[in-house]
């Protein structure tokens, strides 16, 4: 049979359809050569030097849409195909973003804590919160996530401008420098892809131009943020609020980041509900089990595409 090597926890529902396929080995147990495939995962991804014993490598299938942690141009340029799991998951985090914007701007985590210390009962009413009507928000990568959370502030009558390599044709304010659109909205969304190209891509000076009665919002990778500078800003006031889905360095989250009162912090749970975790469990097999059958695949990733 056919030995696939699993990176990271696969769902039951994974396991046993992929049971009917495949040898399903271990990173503690598997022979490097005998190895074809691999189901593996956004965080966990191929490390470069197991990449590189896998000799017989032919596909990747990666659970989840962000696949920074594999090398898929190095994977291309040996003919691997490289999968992931884009549009089943894209309403799912777009409501994550809106429920971390809504959070912080109406101060749901202080309020909850306010009511069950029994201090509006013994102080009165909680301070006042912000409206999150008619903001000014800014989208970092407007793809098919990007574009879902753009639909999804519509109730809000939201301002929205984008920031992407190239203009788009799509009817929201395009800006080619980060810093001059946080300057102009209230509000900055992350949601580009992770890697070497977007490392730290929102630094102190963005955090300073977002400013003071600024959120920011993450759940695109932790990456993209520099987390020293941002805990330096929510600790100056330099910058007003944050929403994070998304860390450095996953599952650790620094002492000082979740000490601070202007922060809402989320386990990396964009997508994770039981539909959508389903429906990118089937996605990331499905793509496995016609690789097998046909040498095809559903969902390449771009630098796979012609392959």
């Given at each position: 049979?056919?030995?696939?090597?699993?990176?990271?926890?696969?769902?039951?529902?994974?396991?046993?359809?992929?049971?009917?396929?495949?040898?399903?080995?271990?990173?503690?147990?598997?022979?490097?050569?005998?190895?074809?495939?691999?189901?593996?995962?956004?965080?966990?991804?191929?490390?470069?030097d197991?990449?590189?014993?896998?000799?017989?490598?032919?596909?990747?299938?990666?659970y989840?849409?962000?696949?920074?942690?594999v090398d898929a141009?190095a994977?291309?340029?040996?003919?691997?195909?490289?999968?992931?799991?884009?549009n089943?998951?894209?309403?799912?985090?777009?409501?994550?973003?809106?429920?971390?914007?809504?959070a912080?701007?109406?101060?749901l985590?202080r309020?909850?804590e306010?009511?069950?210390?029994?201090?509006?009962?013994?102080?009165g009413?909680?301070?006042?919160?912000?409206?999150?009507?008619?903001?000014?928000?800014?989208?970092?990568?407007?793809g098919r996530?990007?574009?879902?959370?753009?639909?999804?502030?519509g109730?809000w009558?939201?301002?929205?401008?984008?920031?992407?390599?190239?203009?788009?044709?799509?009817?929201?304010?395009?800006?080619?420098?980060?810093?001059?659109?946080?300057?102009?909205?209230?509000?900055?969304?992350?949601?580009?892809?992770?890697?070497?190209?977007?490392?730290?891509?929102?630094?102190?000076?963005?955090?300073?131009?977002?400013?003071a009665?600024?959120?920011?919002?993450?759940?695109?990778?932790?990456?993209?943020?520099d987390?020293?500078?941002?805990?330096?800003?929510?600790?100056s006031?330099?910058?007003?609020?944050?929403?994070?889905?998304v860390f450095?360095?996953?599952?650790r989250?620094?002492?000082?980041?979740?000490?601070l009162?202007?922060v809402v912090?989320l386990?990396?749970?964009?997508?994770?509900?039981?539909?959508t975790?389903a429906a990118?469990?089937d996605?990331t097999?499905?793509?496995?089990?016609?690789?097998?059958?046909d040498?095809?695949?559903?969902t390449?990733?771009?630098e796979?595409?012609d392959?």
């Amino acid at each position: 049979m056919t030995e696939l090597l699993q990176i990271g926890g696969i769902t039951d529902r994974m396991k046993d359809r992929l049971s009917t396929a495949f040898d399903i080995r271990q990173l503690d147990d598997f022979d490097a050569a005998r190895i074809t495939h691999v189901v593996t995962n956004g965080h966990d991804g191929v490390p470069p030097d197991l990449m590189a014993q896998l000799t017989n490598l032919k596909m990747i299938s990666v659970y989840g849409v962000g696949y920074d942690a594999v090398d898929a141009t190095a994977a291309a340029a040996r003919g691997v195909v490289v999968t992931h799991t884009p549009n089943v998951l894209n309403n799912e985090v777009a409501t994550t973003a809106v429920l971390l914007m809504l959070a912080c701007y109406r101060e749901l985590v202080r309020d909850d804590e306010y009511v069950r210390s029994g201090r509006w009962e013994t102080e009165g009413n909680a301070p006042l919160t912000r409206s999150a009507d008619n903001q000014k928000v800014g989208i970092l990568g407007l793809g098919r996530i990007g574009q879902a959370i753009a639909d999804k502030l519509g109730p809000w009558s939201p301002e929205i401008s984008y920031h992407t390599r190239s203009p788009k044709d799509v009817p929201y304010r395009y800006f080619d420098n980060l810093v001059d659109m946080a300057k102009h909205v209230d509000v900055l969304i992350c949601i580009t892809p992770g890697g070497p190209s977007t490392n730290k891509l929102v630094n102190a000076e963005v955090m300073r131009a977002l400013g003071a009665g600024g959120t920011l919002i993450n759940v695109s990778r932790g990456s993209v943020v520099d987390e020293a500078a941002l805990i330096e800003a929510l600790q100056s006031g330099a910058l007003g609020w944050a929403g994070l889905d998304v860390f450095e360095d996953e599952p650790r989250v620094p002492q000082a980041l979740r000490e601070l009162p202007n922060v809402v912090l989320l386990p990396h749970a964009g997508s994770a509900t039981v539909e959508t975790r389903a429906a990118m469990g089937d996605l990331t097999v499905d793509n496995l089990l016609q690789h097998l059958n046909d040498g095809s695949v559903l969902t390449a990733v771009p630098e796979c595409k012609d392959l």
